[in-house]
């Protein structure tokens, strides 16, 4: 059984848009960097949530707004790189977006246009499927003993003390790169 187009859209945007509420709270919640990291992820679950709108709701402004908003946060997310390495998510989740914004017919339910998938696309579909394999195996396994102990910062491992039980922010992360993950495809 499958859903209609606009309904699974209309999902997937409830989806991100929930995602970005959560991180949006984490942002009062964590200070500093935790606080910086948690308003990057409220701010792509926002774009994902508008992105994810069907086809012919705001089609004139939301590329070119989707554009300058996610080109400001790559900026943001590669000057924060200087800080470690554990910003390039934010940065290729960023640089997707613009890439998503701009793609032709990259409106949901507009369906390909062209022969065969472009190498950014399969490349970034290789990326999130990855992150989301990786999220998801992450997430099961630190239900099951706990929170893991991972040497270095990892961008999908958490200690909470960003604002939220981290099994819940891994939960978030894992949901916005599933989202990521199914806008490419629908690509």
Do not use: K
């Amino acid at each position: 059984m499958s859903l209609p187009a606009s309904v699974s859209s209309w999902l997937l945007v409830l989806l991100c848009a929930v995602s970005g509420a959560y991180c949006l709270g984490r942002v009062g919640r964590s200070g500093g960097a935790g606080s910086r990291e948690a308003g990057a992820e409220a701010l792509m679950g926002f774009g994902m949530a508008v992105m994810a709108v069907p086809a012919g709701f705001g089609e004139g402004w939301r590329a070119p707004v989707l554009g300058v908003v996610f080109c400001g946060a790559a900026l943001h997310a590669g000057w924060l790189l200087r800080g470690g390495i554990h910003h390039a998510h934010h940065l290729v989740g960023s640089l997707s977006m613009v890439y998503m914004a701009f793609m032709p017919g990259s409106g949901h339910g507009a369906g390909r246009h062209g022969a065969g998938l472009p190498l950014v696309t399969g490349a970034l579909l290789l990326y999130y499927a990855g992150y989301v394999v990786l999220g998801g195996s992450r997430l099961v396994t630190a239900g099951a003993t706990g929170v893991a102990g991972v040497t270095g910062r990892d961008p999908l491992a958490d200690d909470g003390h960003d604002g939220g039980p981290a099994e819940v922010i891994r939960a978030c992360r894992l949901a916005m790169g599933t989202g990521m993950l199914a806008m490419l495809l629908a690509m």
